[in-house]
């Protein structure tokens, strides 16, 4: 899990994070993940923006960061989760590891207008498309209290071997050295072609 927030801090660091408006509408900005520990991502925002009050009105956040020249060399990590203000006492050290932020504000006196927020609990999801199969991982950090249910697709009692859905599945994920047969949940692209093929209502929706 670890490995996951320290990439999107080094390797991506840019996101693009959703919050949610007084009318309940999603509103997206650019922000820079800019520090991590075992269990949580740090960034900074200005007290003045309108993004600081929909996160101490929402106390949440999601977020999507893509790293990659193309589509097919991208790999994308979206989380969402928890967030609380830890206010200006962690703006050194994030200016220390982040010092192109010296440059957008470079006087200490600029700086009081920062505070720092932690996202301390949440899940996320990594896909890699440049990986054939495609791989993709679900995880969670901060001791969440609830685990979301896991999107995709299952294969139940009901399969007699007959491939039908294998034949339509984009990355051949499937395994059949067995009856049920497995969907490798881990190369799934979650597209629903398995379960609109099967003739016998064997594949099911996780949720």
Request: proline residues 4%.
């Amino acid at each position: 899990m670890k490995n996951y927030l320290e990439f999107i801090v080094k390797d991506i660091h840019r996101t693009i994070t959703a919050t949610v408006d007084d009318n309940g509408l999603p509103v997206t900005c650019a922000i820079d993940m800019m520090d991590f520990d075992d269990n949580s991502l740090y960034f900074l925002t200005a007290k003045g923006k309108n993004f600081y009050d929909r996160l101490i009105k929402r106390n949440f956040l999601a977020f999507t960061a893509m790293k990659g020249e193309d589509t097919m060399t991208s790999v994308a990590v979206s989380v969402r989760g928890k967030v609380r203000e830890l206010g200006f006492d962690k703006i050194p050290e994030l200016f220390d590891k982040n010092p192109y932020m010296y440059e957008i504000y470079p006087t200490e006196d600029s700086r009081r207008a920062l505070t720092v927020f932690q996202i301390y609990e949440g899940s996320g999801e990594w896909f890699d498309l440049s990986k054939k199969p495609i791989e993709r991982a679900s995880f969670t950090f901060g001791k969440p209290k609830t685990v979301e249910a896991r999107s995709g697709y299952f294969i139940n009692d009901n399969c007699i071997g007959c491939k039908s859905c294998l034949e339509v599945c984009p990355q051949s994920c499937i395994d059949f050295s067995d009856t049920p047969a497995v969907i490798n949940d881990s190369n799934c692209l979650h597209c629903g072609n398995c379960y609109t093929a099967c003739l016998h209502e064997a594949v099911e929706r996780k949720e």
